[in-house]
Each structure stands twice: as structure tokens, then as C-alpha cells.
């Protein structure tokens, strides 16, 4: 038997029948987590981070949770004490993963599952919990920058014409990365991302991405998927200066919030939205971690071309204000493509039927993203145009730059000559593609 405490932090609807569960949590009891009082002392005596994901269908979490499958999201964010074995009399199946090599997982049996916060002694354990994960002293030691840190921001931009601006959704597998360029120096950085865990199969190589002229790193909000890069090569991006949103966080993220030297985080500061010339920096209005992230609206002031983009991160569209939303030309599809919950506020194409999308996507990944769900419902708003391919073959570049589940340089008309991929689906004109032939088959001789 293992005890396993562990926080929910993601529901993935696996198909119409069943769900993934997720946690991050410590692989320790009550008392060992009571006993220390910093992450660290957690680490040094051995007591583990993990991840535990548990396919389920729709009627096991009613029973087990007493909620129905319509109303699961109500027990995202809840911490779980959760008894472990190796008997496979007991009829619930989890995988542990507590290695990223090891992307099999650890299979479990489930003897016991109980919600924390019923028992006599949950508010003591929770308090204690919460001030393990606590990321308030990160932010009052760094609150004092944040204002210079966006001065230096924008000096960074500044006299750029946006017009020489590339925009670059990187194939990271089941995970989001996207980098912002003047020409081929880096300015920042939306997620330094990538599949892990269950999703390792599709990042096997993870990219050490460029950091000329130290970019700035925004990461939109604490899942993995959307940091797994920067934690794998967390020491590449020691001199970069790293934006996050504070958040309540899981026990794997606080390890990573802890080795970052150069860690800025916003809390009500981008409620606002924060204008850097070309795009702006906001913060979405939800309450989930996902919802409470930071997202990025550009305008490059290109005409007939692609030129206003959103950047949502994973959060639903209807926490975004309707202003970043309206006669926009491309987005990076909120969450990979996966459930959409609210489909009020949907962004508003500024061609209709010709909006340009990417799902940020891993092929084989195990929730199926994008589910058709999600793609059917981009194709009614005026989201027709989408960067899928039906051959890993098809797309394929030496430098890392755009591959079959991005928009990449095609689709932000930053052309990469060693990319050969299926152009003619995405783009508009036809002296563009002319232009891309050209290229071609100069790059073929």
C-alpha cells in the first residue's frame, strides 16, 4: 500500500462515455506532508512529486464522487487522499508517473478515495498544503520589478517594425510553444511547452530553443504541457526572464517555480491588458487555473495577409474580452482542440468562413485532441481554415520551425525554405504561393 495526496487538476473527456482524470500530488501520507514545511525538506527525505492519471466512465465518477458527469469540473482544484495497491481484486486502475523517461507510467490499483475537506483534521492538512505551494513570497520579492521588467519589455520592441514580426507555432507534440521573432532573433517567447508524462510519444527531442538577445519567456499558466521545455533545459533559459501568472499551483509546478532564477509574476497588474506596440499582454477572467492565464493578442498592421492573431493559451474563450476576440485573422486554438464548454464570445473571423487556426496538438496523444467536437464548432464560427495534416511526412524541417499540428512560417508567411509542406491549403494568394514555388525549387537544386 502507497498513499498517494493528490490535487485534480485536469478532466479530459475521452469520449462520450468516459473521462482522464489527472492529479499531481506527493506519493506520502497525511503526516509526512504535516511533518515538513517546505518543499525542499519534501525532496530531501525522499517523499515524491507524481503525476496519477485514472481512465474512468462517466458513471464511476458518479458513484464515486456523488456528482454527475455533466457537473465534474466542480471537483477540479480538490485535493484527494488516495490509497494505493497492488491487488487486482480492487477494481479501479490508475498509472503513476513519477519519471518523464518512464512514459508507461507505474501501473496502480485504487484501494481507497476520499475527498479532502470532509474530515475533522482536512483544514489543518489543506492550510499545510496551500503553504507548501504558496507562490506569494515568489511575488512580493519580485513585485518591485515588474514594472521595469515591462519598460524592458517594450525597449526590447521598440522602433521594430511589425511588419518584419514572425510569429512561429512550434511542434512540441501534445503541448504549446510559439515564439515571437524580428527576423531570426527571438523577442519572446508564448509557452515553452511539450507533451510529457503519457504524452511523452509525441516529444521524444525536446528543442532547445533559440535564446539570442535573451528572449523573454511568458508561460500562459502552470500545466506542464506549456512549461515541459523550459523544465527540461531549465538551465539554456537561466538568463531569461521568465513571466507567469500567479496562481494556485500543483506540487511539480512549485519545483519548477522554485529553480527559476529569474522568475517575474503578475497578478492584477495585467487585468487591464498591458500594450507593448504590436500586442498586448492580458490576463483572462475565469477562476480555473486554466482560465485565470495570461493570453496575447497581436496586431502586425499587415494588409491583405495575415496580421491580428490571439493567443488564448488553454483558456475558454468566453473569459477573454470581446475586444482581443473581434476581426481577428488566426488563432491558436484554445486547449489543443479539447472540450469547449461555452461557445458565447466566440472570436469573430475577419473573413467569414477564411479565419486561420492551429492545434497545438501531438499525434497519438491520449485524449484524442482536437476532438471533432471542437473542430466542427471552429468550422461553424468562420474558423474554416485549419493547419492538420494527414502525413507526418508532408511536413518537415530541419530547424525545428513548423510541422503538421502548427500554423508555423507558412501560415504567418515567415517562410523557412527547408520546410516542404502542403502550402497551397493555407495560403491566400496567389503571388504568395507563386513566391513559395520560386523557393522551392531553388531549395530542391
Not at 482524470?21 to 504535516?34: A, E, M, P, T, V
Not at 503553504?131 to 521594430?160: A, Q
Not at 490576463?283 to 495575415?306: P, Q
Request: aromatic letters at 10%; charged letters at 30%; a negative charge.
Amino acid at each position: 500500500m502507497r498513499n498517494y495526496i493528490g490535487n485534480l487538476f485536469e478532466i479530459e473527456t475521452k469520449d462520450e462515455n468516459s473521462k482522464i482524470l489527472l492529479f499531481d500530488g506527493y506519493l506520502g501520507s497525511r503526516q509526512d506532508l504535516l511533518d515538513n514545511n517546505e518543499q525542499d525538506e519534501l525532496n530531501n527525505k525522499g517523499i515524491e512529486t507524481g503525476f496519477l492519471k485514472i481512465d474512468i466512465e462517466n458513471n464511476q465518477i458518479e458513484k464515486l464522487f456523488g456528482v454527475a458527469p455533466d457537473n465534474e469540473q466542480e471537483l477540479i482544484d480538490k485535493w484527494f487522499e488516495i490509497i494505493l495497491s497492488s491487488n487486482s481484486e480492487d477494481p479501479l486502475i490508475c498509472m503513476m508517473f513519477t519519471d518523464l523517461g518512464n512514459e508507461l507510467g507505474t501501473l496502480s490499483h485504487i484501494a481507497s478515495f476520499s475527498i479532502i475537506g470532509t474530515g475533522s483534521d482536512d483544514d489543518k492538512l489543506l492550510e499545510h498544503i496551500n503553504s507548501l505551494l504558496d507562490l506569494t513570497d515568489i511575488y512580493n520579492n519580485t513585485s518591485k520589478k515588474i514594472k521595469s521588467t515591462i519598460r524592458s519589455f517594450k525597449e526590447k520592441i521598440k522602433g521594430i517594425d511589425s511588419k518584419n514580426i514572425n510569429v512561429i507555432s512550434y511542434n512540441v507534440g501534445q503541448g504549446n510553444a510559439i515564439g515571437i521573432f524580428h527576423g531570426k532573433t527571438p523577442l519572446f517567447y508564448f509557452d515553452l511547452g511539450g507533451g510529457a508524462y503519457w504524452n511523452k510519444k509525441t516529444y521524444r527531442d525536446v528543442i532547445s530553443f533559440p535564446i539570442d538577445n535573451n528572449p523573454f519567456i511568458i508561460l500562459s499558466h502552470w500545466d506542464f504541457d506549456h512549461y515541459e521545455s523550459l523544465r527540461s533545459k531549465i538551465e539554456h533559459y537561466n538568463e531569461c526572464t521568465i513571466i507567469a501568472p500567479l496562481q494556485k499551483i500543483t506540487p511539480s509546478a512549485k519545483k519548477l517555480a522554485d529553480k527559476l532564477k529569474n522568475l517575474i509574476l503578475i497578478d492584477q497588474e495585467f487585468n487591464n491588458g498591458i500594450n507593448c506596440g504590436f500586442f498586448e499582454i492580458f490576463r483572462c477572467s475565469g477562476w480555473t487555473k486554466n482560465d485565470t492565464g495570461i493570453g496575447i493578442s497581436i496586431d502586425l498592421k499587415k494588409e491583405n495577409d495575415i496580421s491580428k492573431i490571439l493567443l488564448p493559451g488553454d483558456a475558454q474563450y468566453c473569459f477573454i474580452e470581446k475586444k482581443y476576440k473581434t476581426n481577428i485573422d488566426a488563432i491558436c486554438v484554445s486547449h489543443h482542440g479539447g472540450k469547449i464548454c461555452n461557445e458565447e464570445n466566440f472570436p469573430i473571423s475577419t473573413e467569414k468562413d477564411k479565419g486561420f487556426c492551429v492545434y497545438s496538438y501531438g499525434k497519438g496523444n491520449v485524449y484524442g485532441h482536437p476532438l471533432n467536437e471542437s473542430k466542427e464548432t471552429h468550422k461553424e464560427k468562420g474558423w474554416g481554415n485549419n493547419s492538420e495534416s494527414e502525413s507526418e511526412d508532408e511536413f518537415n524541417s530541419k530547424d525545428g520551425f513548423a510541422y503538421d499540428t502548427t500554423l508555423g512560417d507558412v501560415m504567418y508567411r515567415k517562410y523557412n525554405p527547408l520546410l516542404k509542406c502542403r502550402y497551397e491549403d493555407f495560403c491566400r494568394s496567389k503571388e504568395w504561393n507563386a513566391k513559395i514555388d520560386k523557393l522551392l525549387k531553388c531549395t530542391d537544386e
